[in-house]
């Protein structure tokens, strides 16, 4: 059998897709009659190449060494290095102590406003606790958490009472814990410049990221003259950090977005913010930054931020035509309630067309949906020229698979 064809064979099976029916079984069926000359396709297990789970297992305890299982010991026991993996952390609270706080976040740990909270509570060696809780890309929320707190990840319940916002629980765990204060002698009315360009920063980053196409060169000229200016606030205190020498509540609010704005930036608009010609004490906050554990802990690869923030632009509302020059972009889906989106550009502007894909009974059919969808929105669904209609079918097959 081809390489190609094995290997196709093999995804769909882990996958479970061809199992499941629809167009990647029918896919399936044909390249193993076409691979083996028409005669019937051979019994599948004969395709399952792949270890059984509890091989998997015995194949991961036999390389694993004593030092990574002391490690696991210590992260469950609350205690080592600041990790993603750690459920509690006690630092020098003794053994059994019910922390104060538990930090409800992301069960990916990519989520920007959790990082900050997450390096706060660290930095300061505050023992807490964490509930991972998905967010709407991975799954449904627990019903109590979506009505008492609004749904945005971070939550903080402190003794007792649930904080929302990153910013709140951030001053608010200042209050609680003034031992270590991460805020200057000034309080809070000493950072508000600093508060204001963070806010800046992150303005001027997503506005240049999403812009769409043929918008001009204003989003990077806006991003530039954000990023000189906080060189400068660099510049103006020795030490690396944003107040100095310490490590204040003024990093941890700017760390999320600055370093995700160095792997975006890069990804989608080849454009570097450490760049240390032009930004030189920017690239030293990286440095001092990356000098902290809880930092360490908490960063996350080029490769995972430039993916998990692919740069919506803005779109405007399509026409119920598309204009005769349209040429599409991207064919994509949008949960709650759930759609298929067509994105296309013309004359220079994106737009974005949304089609909502009903389930009219409880036994709709992919293809049924998508035929109901060609009838009522022909001209965005110009599958033979434009895009190509077993993405479609693939999309319409996840939409209704999340919303069962
Ligand atoms: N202003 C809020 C924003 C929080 C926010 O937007 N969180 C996102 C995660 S990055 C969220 O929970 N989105 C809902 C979801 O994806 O489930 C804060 O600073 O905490």
């Known amino acids: 059998m081809p390489r190609l064809v094995s290997t196709f064979l093999m995804m769909s099976r882990v996958s479970g897709l061809a199992a499941g029916g629809g167009f990647l079984r029918k896919a399936a069926d044909s390249l193993r009659a076409a691979s083996s000359g028409g005669a019937p396709p051979p019994p599948a297990l004969k395709l399952d190449g792949a270890p059984s789970w509890d091989a998997l297992q015995q194949a991961l305890d036999a390389q694993t060494s004593k030092e990574e299982v002391e490690l696991a010991k210590q992260v469950a026991e609350g205690r080592g290095p600041p990790t993603a993996k750690a459920n509690l952390r006690l630092f020098d609270a003794p053994d059994g102590y019910e922390p104060r706080v538990t930090l ?16 706060q509570l660290e930095e300061k060696r505050i023992p807490y606790k964490v509930e991972r809780i998905n967010m709407r890309c991975y799954g449904s929320k627990p019903a109590w958490f979506e009505q008492e707190t609004g749904g945005l990840l971070p939550v903080v319940r402190l003794d007792g009472d649930l904080i929302t916002d990153s910013v709140q629980i951030m001053f608010a765990l200042e209050r609680a814990f003034e031992e270590e204060s991460l805020l200057p ?202 895009l190509s209609r077993s993405q479609a079918l693939r999309l319409v097959e996840m939409l209704l698979a999340s919303a069962a």
């Open 185 to 386: 002698p000034g309080g809070i009315d000493a950072i508000r410049d600093l508060m204001s360009l963070e806010s800046q920063h992150a303005g001027a980053w997503l506005g240049w990221l999403r812009a769409p196409p043929g918008t001009g060169g204003a989003g990077k000229a806006t991003y530039e003259r954000v990023l000189t200016q906080m060189d400068g606030a660099l510049a103006s205190t020795s030490g690396g950090f944003f107040l100095g020498e310490e490590l204040s509540l003024v990093d941890l609010l700017f760390c999320s977005f600055l370093e995700r704005a160095e792997a975006s930036l890069l990804y989608y608009k080849g454009f570097r913010v450490r760049d240390v010609e032009k930004y030189p004490h920017v690239c030293g906050w990286f440095a001092a930054m990356e000098g902290r554990p809880s930092f360490r802990a908490s960063q996350s690869d080029y490769y995972t931020h430039a993916m998990d923030l692919p740069p919506p632009p803005t779109m405007d509302e399509a026409p119920d035509t598309p204009p005769s020059d349209w040429q599409p972009t991207r064919l994509g889906i949008s949960y709650r309630p759930c759609r298929l989106a067509v994105e296309y550009v013309s004359a220079g502007k994106a737009f974005r067309k949304l089609m909502p894909v009903a389930r009219s009974s409880s036994d709709a059919t992919p293809e049924g949906v998508l035929s109901g969808l060609e009838n009522d929105f022909g001209a965005y669904l110009d599958f033979d020229e434009k």
């Open 104 to 119: 409800y976040r992301d069960g990916a740990s990519w989520c920007p406003y959790c990082q900050k909270v997450w390096m």
